[in-house]
């Protein structure tokens, strides 16, 4: 979860740069960069590791300039080095980036043709070269950068400043958040506000597919079709807590507004640079080896892990035991030597998880963890490890650590598969370029949260929800009604919808909203079948699919949320956001404290 900060004014910039760093430091990274602009064209100063690494280059070699960008960089598409680091620059160009390009390849190879050299192992560079190529062609560098963002595919934000002009930074939002500062003599860009907050209390924010041209004393701002656009300016309380939050109520908000990013950051982190396929030079465990995995977790990660059983099966043969953590440490299981232990914990602290983990060494299994906290017990303790790029989660309520989650399940899936030899070339290559194309969907598919927010309108008065699914939507719908219990205090159930005739239609009337999952799978025609059985008995139905599933549905259901159209790999990922932004509106409208509900806490580090 990288960090993007950018100013142009009277100022020298570099000060004010290595703040606004400092400040975003919090995200996580491992590299860092400046760069600005002179009479000399674009100069910039990079380097791996800390913060303070760059800081001591920078005393020994200062930067000058009014103008700059800078940014924190956490390794996707190349491992940490200076050469990876950001900004990233030609003679005519320096670029600045959060998400992730998912067309860079073709891109790079469109631009090998024409002579173009890539130093760098990232996506990054191609947006570099690409302006480039269109100046040396004649055109602007607005134009330039105009048509460069129209060839992009996925979901990101930009900073881009010019050689030879001191006066102007283009910036980008797709998917990604950007703020804008408004400051005396002087205009800023930032991916979190916070960085912001020494220079200016003046604040306003890009929407989705905004294009803004920054001098030191105007913005002028464009939307997807191209028309100038206003976008407000508030002004914004400087307590890191408040700021924290960007133009979001809550953090949970927040969060879930981030998934775009976090999801290209792991992803990116996932699969190796060039040829597009599942990297993990860490991963000691060998699947091709491995009877059964066992799998266990707390809460929200227990359901990411129970989506991961249906890959696991499906698509590496590789039989799964799933069991609570609390339970399996409890349960006396039998020792297989045969079997590896995957845990899962967005801390890294999860104390019965911890436990979990601990036993499976002692009875001999080789264990593995994803993680989102690097320095935690578990990243300590376990053999091997793959780390998450959700970046700090504030709000108890899982949510971008959870979809993190499940994109480096499917991710190691792939990689299972492909060492036992179960998948083909070509499936392998096609669930790699579905799994790449979830930052931009879910970009897409925030845009449904007004329709979303008022569908929750009508549901926050019900006292009991029901969530139903088939397949992997099963635990989707066990994690949407515990996110709805967690936040919103509502009793909530979900059950496979083809259990609903074993036990919970008793409870369908039409005071109890129920909240169907059914994305275009091999399962889609049972599952408008229990829709059908629902509206029969009076219940109303909210029915989450895509144009395909909607158009066949609609006469039974009450409302209807109309998804992307994506693969059935990925839909869990996809399908994640409409569950918690229904989950959240509907808390909101009740009044409850979001982000601390009650009696939970983010970390569970007592049994």
Known sequence: MCGIVGAVGKAEVSPLLLEGLNRLAYRGYDSAGIATITQNGIDRRRAEGKLQNLVAKMANDPLPGTIGIGHTRWATHG???????????????????????ENYQELRDELSKHQVRFESETDTEVIVQLITHYINHGMTPI????????????????????????????????GTPLAIGHGKDAMYIASDALALAPLTNQICYLSDGDFALLTAHKIEIYDDSGARVERPVRTSSLSADMIGKGEYRHFMLKEIHEQPEVLGDTINALMHPASGEVYLP??????????????????????????????????????????????????DVPVETSNAMLVISQSGETLDTLEALRLAKKNGYPSFAIINVPESTMAREADATVFTKAGPEIGVASTKAFTTQL????????????LRGTITADNLRALTAHLREIPALMAEALRLEKEIKLIATDIHTARDVLYLGRGT?????????????????IHAEGYAAGEMKHGPIALIDEDVPVILLAPPDALLDKTLANMQEVAARGGK?????????????????????EMPACDPFIAPLLYALPIQLLAYHIAVLKGTDVDQPRNLAKAVTVE
């Open 473 to 489: 939507m099963f635990p989707m719908a066990m994690e949407g009604a515990l996110k709805l219990k967690e936040i919103s205090y």
């Open 407 to 418: 994109a480096t399940l499917a991710a190691l899936t792939l990689h299972a598969a492909k």
């Open 79 to 101: 491992g940490p080095t200076e050469n990876n680091a950001h900004p990233h620059a030609s003679d005519k160009v320096a670029v600045v980036h959060n998400g992730i390009i």
């Open 143 to 174: 134009e330039a950068s105009r048509k460069t963002l129209a060839r992009l595919h996925g979901a990101f934000s930009l900073g881009i400043i010019f050689a030879g002009d001191e006066n102007l930074i283009c910036a980008a939002r797709r």
């Open 282 to 331: 860490e991963m000691t465990i060998d699947f091709a080896k491995i009877n059964r995995l066992t799998i266990t977790a707390c809460g929200t990660a227990y359901y990411a892990g129970m989506v991961a059983k249906y890959w696991f099966e499906q698509i590496a043969k590789l039989p799964v035991e799933l069991d609570i953590a609390s339970e399996w440490r409890y349960r």
């Open 541 to 561: 139905v909210l029915l989450i699919s895509d144009s395909k599933g909607c158009t066949r549905g609609k006469r039974n259901a009450a409302w209807a949320i």
